[in-house]
């Protein structure tokens, strides 16, 4: 079952107008935006612009001094009401800390299916696998390791065979490939398609 998830920064329109959103604290500024009215809004809304977002809204509402994000929250919830794809928006900005910390919710959950997406990037975890992926909205393509995974790419301009890629290999980065890449890899990494 599939959810969108907003948070508090203006990453453009989401792609998926036929399923529910969450609102993650100011993310119900951007989905009001786009005349969504989310599922729940979750969060401490220490971020919200406009507080009156929150009458007549189903809320969580979460104490500012916490030990988890916001969005570990909204994932948390997402989960246990049965949820297990969710495409996550509002989360790339100008705070790095904040999207390292939402990285580290991918490696978390990578057996769940989370998307991340801004104006010029979709963001996602692959466990080990065969898949076809298409490429037609993104210019270009970036393969990292989370520990070590043996990796072949197909169809691009740099292919790879039963290639090593460690954590700290960076020969992955900005490939491209025209309509359909073949990646297949032993174990989990993190793809960055780019336009």
Known sequence: MKIGMYGGIDNGPVHDLSIDYIAIDNGLTFLNRQHI????????FDSLEDQNLLINTNI?????HKDETDTALAIKWA???????????GVIGDRMDHYMAVLALLEKYAYMSIILYDRHNKIQVLTSGKYHLSAKEYTYFSVFAFNQSVITLKNCEYPLTDYLLKRTDSICVSNRCKDELILHTSDTVLLIQAS
Do not use: F, K, V
């Open 60 to 64: 969580i509402r979460y104490p500012s």
């Open 79 to 89: 989960i246990d009401h049965g949820y297990d794809e969710i495409d996550l928006y």
């Open 37 to 44: 009215s989310p599922l729940i809004a979750i969060g401490d």
